[in-house]
């Protein structure tokens, strides 16, 4: 919670300085490269545990990230409890029912048919940790008055990405889900009006026979992805 009286800009020497010649900077970069490459989103868990301990590390790498004001708008709610898992899981194939039903429309149904999705969503009972992204739309002074929160979609979205990247590099996977609406998740996890819920990342460890569409190999290449502006013109 954020005090009033505790607005002021004090500047600090920078921290944690790190300083590389352009090979290293190259092999680091090329080296994250490599790892980042090998991460896949899959759909087949196995229900081997993972221990708290991590979840709670990765989670903490993800509230590094930047944001707008640095008010940090999100809330990360990790869940392994089998019936309360069970519970999301019956809402969330409601919604995706109705999806699936003619909500969505037939044009996206048809560019997701490469991927293999349907209305089932078993992961989220199996997998061992669901982890439920909110984003918080405005927080609350220590006085119990509200101020707005920026650039929260970006925000959210950094933290997110670096909260992926986090649980790959401690070698589990996840999977992205987003039924919409997902409004039934701040009742079920009781979470505050000023948040919303973006994302539920289904998290743990490939089951054996785990496969991936063949479609999700299929990468962009650099020059689809990247504009390069250099040097004198």
């Known amino acids: 919670m954020i005090s009033k009286s505790a607005l002021d800009y004090q500047p600090l020497p920078l ?8 090979k290293e900077m190259l092999a680091r970069a090329q080296d ?3 790892d980042v490459r090998t991460r896949h989103t899959v759909r087949h868990f ?12 990765c989670i903490r790498a993800a509230g590094t990230a930047p944001s707008g004001a640095n008010h940090q708008p999100w809330h990360f709610v990790a869940i392994s409890n089998a019936d309360l898992k069970h519970k999301i ?15 969505a429309g037939d044009e996206w ?8 999705t349907d209305a089932d969503k ?7 940790w669901l982890i439920v992204i909110f984003a918080q739309r405005w927080g609350t002074f220590d006085d119990g008055t509200r101020y707005k929160h920026y650039y929260v979609p970006e925000s959210v979205g950094i933290a997110t990405g670096l909260l992926i990247t986090a649980l ?3 070698g589990l996977s996840t999977l992205t889900h987003t039924p919409n609406p997902m409004k039934f998740l701040n009742g079920i996890l009781n979470r505050p009006e000023a948040e919303k819920p ?7 460890h490939p089951a054996e026979d785990a496969t991936v569409p063949a479609v999700a190999k299929i990468k962009k290449p650099l020059e689809e992805i990247l504009s390069v502006f250099e040097g004198q013109e």
């Open 198 to 204: 973006v994302m539920i990342l289904a998290v743990g």
């Open 122 to 128: 078993p992961h989220l009972d199996i997998a061992p």
């Open 109 to 116: 149904i048809k560019a997701l048919e490469p991927i293999g």
């Open 46 to 57: 196995s229900d081997r545990p993972v221990d708290r301990s991590i979840i709670e590390a």
């Open 89 to 103: 899981r019956l809402a969330a194939e409601e919604e995706e029912r109705k999806f699936y039903d003619g909500g």
């Open 32 to 34: 994250f490269y490599d």
């Open 15 to 22: 921290p944690d300085r790190r300083i590389y010649d352009d």
């Open 168 to 170: 790959h590099h401690a």
